[in-house]
């Protein structure tokens, strides 16, 4: 089913605040971090809602939140400044921009209407016909009054989505990866099949926003998703120990390498490598190669530095600027610090324990396994949970290092240089009092032209107690690589190569 609202809508309520930095040990009670890296600036969101992803062009960086997003003029990175402060709720509000213009999110709860300020659908109605989920658009080109211009439907909602640039044709792409998590209008095991969808989803829903009307947004592609090779052509969450979630097939995150048109889908129960075919899509009826981990050869030991380990679902990927080698993480639905995950056998109902939650390094040409890591900290303590998550690769011909974000362990920079032997050379993971670990979504590099003596990163802290977490972060890290600066980045989206 597709549906598409293209009229003007209700301007949303936009807070212009000043935002406040404070130095990592007046507000937190432990400051656990690298000698190399600091953090420059903090600022939780005014609603205190969970703190999802970033996107940045120029000198502004756009910050997502469960509540709505943030726009801040980041030109002095150590002090940013907050130009307004957009109230439009819609979990994961996953973000992303064009040209100071056009932001996108990404609305995976079922909804009463597109607009904000519309109210979440209760569980006990979810399936109602006139509920929405799916991408708002937003005209930014006041920074200071951002503007909701559009909504497009998505079947399954918005998860996550990728922006991807069609100068060309005049318009951007954007895939849209979502899954049914739980039913909705059009989503799942009744509502799904009764419009003609399948129950687990099994497509990625392309929409395409023309750059001279983005409020003439529609869908115009859904992609079949497929597992190749497994048993059963689905991802059962009941199989990681998760219960009250549908089965799916689809993908939750995908990253695209524009120089060499090639796509990584992270796609739950694998690993996919696509190219980018002439119209814009990604072929994904025929992968260049698909990867898996689904078995800990010797069960959970805890420790960071076993060799054996067990994907739980595979959950995001970035691509080195050169385009040799792509990363995939693996979100850990298990507990701990580092994180196990129990594992179910559905025929025989026997489980089993298996390290999961780390980060994967594979050959881009034929999807070798190259090696894996997990921090090699721990945290303990009551609801300690590490499991990596929202990252990407430095701009830099030096070298290759990884910023990645670890929930309760914090952030890190990873050297990789030698693929076969990551290494943590960086990190900052700050608890807030009484607390277990910093709690960071995401954590990516980030510099524009004007490049300074050291490395700049960006992330997101408080997922899950946000009234405790610091928000919106500024990283300082004493790396000495040479860097390229960027014009933009939408992290899941790489335009040029180095």
Known sequence: ????????????????????????????????????????????????????????????????????????????????????????????????????????????????????????????????????????????????????????????????????????????????????????????????????????????????????????????????????????????????????????????????????RLVAGACAEQAQLWRLMPSGLPDTANPVWVFDNPVDENGATGDPADPHTAVDFWHSATFTWDGQIVNFSDESFGSGCPAISTKVDLVTGATSLADTGRTYFLRVSDGAFLSQFQIPRTEVGGGAYCSTHQGNVVGTRDGYFLAQAWYMGGADIIDFTNPASPQEIAFYDLAPPGQTGGDNWSHYWYEGPRLGTSLVTYGQDGVHNPPTGRGFEVFRVDLGVRRVGMGHLNPQTQERAL
């Open 1 to 260: 089913m597709r549906r598409s609202w293209r009229i003007l809508l209700p301007a949303v309520t936009v807070l212009v605040l000043v935002a406040l930095s404070f130095p990592a040990s007046a507000s937190h009670s432990s400051d656990n971090h690298s000698p190399n890296m600091s953090l420059l600036f903090s600022a939780q969101n005014a609603f205190t809602g969970t703190n999802s992803d970033l996107a940045f062009w120029g000198d502004r960086a756009y910050v997502g939140n469960y509540r709505g997003f943030r726009i801040f003029d980041i030109s002095n990175p150590a002090s940013p400044q907050l130009l307004s402060e957009v109230d439009c709720d819609g979990p994961q509000n996953d973000i992303s921009v064009w040209a100071n213009r056009i932001v996108v999110l990404s609305v995976d709860s079922v909804m009463r209407g597109p607009q904000c300020g519309a109210a979440r659908a209760p569980l006990s109605d979810l399936e109602a016909p006139t509920n929405w989920e799916g991408l708002r658009i937003f005209d930014v080109t006041d920074p200071r009054n951002p503007r909701h211009i559009a909504s497009v439907y998505q079947d399954c909602g918005s998860h996550t989505h990728t922006m991807v640039p069609d100068r060309g044709r005049g318009r951007l792409l954007v895939y849209n990866a979502s899954y049914s998590l739980r039913a909705g209008p059009s989503c799942g095991p009744v509502t799904g099949p009764a419009h003609g969808r399948s129950p687990v989803h099994g497509v990625i829903q392309v929409v395409e926003i023309p750059l001279n009307n983005p409020a003439g947004a529609q869908e115009i592609a859904e992609p079949e998703i497929n597992y190749p090779g497994d048993p059963d052509n689905v991802f059962t969450p009941s199989e990681h120990g998760l219960a009250g979630f549908l089965p799916l097939r689809a993908c939750h995150d995908i990253a695209v390498y524009l120089p060499a």
